[in-house]
Nanobody, 114 residues
Framework: QVPLVESGGGLVQAGGSLRLSCAAS????????MGWYRQVPGKQRERVAL???????TYAGAVKGRFTISRDNSKNTVDLQMNSLKPEDTAVYYC????????WGQGTQVTVSS
């Protein structure tokens, strides 16, 4: 599968912001809808945002209005701008195809305190 590397996580206070980045490679990326997912202990992994190959975004209700997903096909990257963060956003964040069909990476930890 196409290697995916997540970065940008960290520790922030409630109300703060973080920008997550996902770097990929290969021609598959340019024609594939991509998504950002998150998982917390004891809960199923959920998709929080997806972006079509053409750049049309879709968001889960819990993050709509606060997160923005974007992609740069020329650079093989997909980013997640996270604003107005809440403690409940704390999770390990992963990127993958919109269907989760690629291999899962190690993700990047996001911790929101307050």
């Amino acid at each position: 599968q196409v290697p995916l590397v997540e970065s940008g996580g960290g520790l922030v206070q409630a109300g703060g912001s973080l920008r997550l980045s996902c770097a990929a490679s290969g021609s598959i990326f340019r024609v594939t809808a991509m998504g950002w997912y998150r998982q917390v202990p004891g809960k199923q992994r959920e998709r929080v945002a997806l972006i079509s190959a053409g750049g049309t975004p879709t968001y889960a209700g819990a993050v709509k209005g606060r997160f923005t997903i974007s992609r740069d096909n020329s650079k093989n990257t997909v980013d997640l701008q996270m604003n107005s963060l809440k403690p409940e956003d704390t999770a390990v964040y992963y990127c993958n195809t919109a269907l989760g069909s690629n291999s899962w990476g190690q993700g990047t930890q996001v911790t929101v305190s307050s």
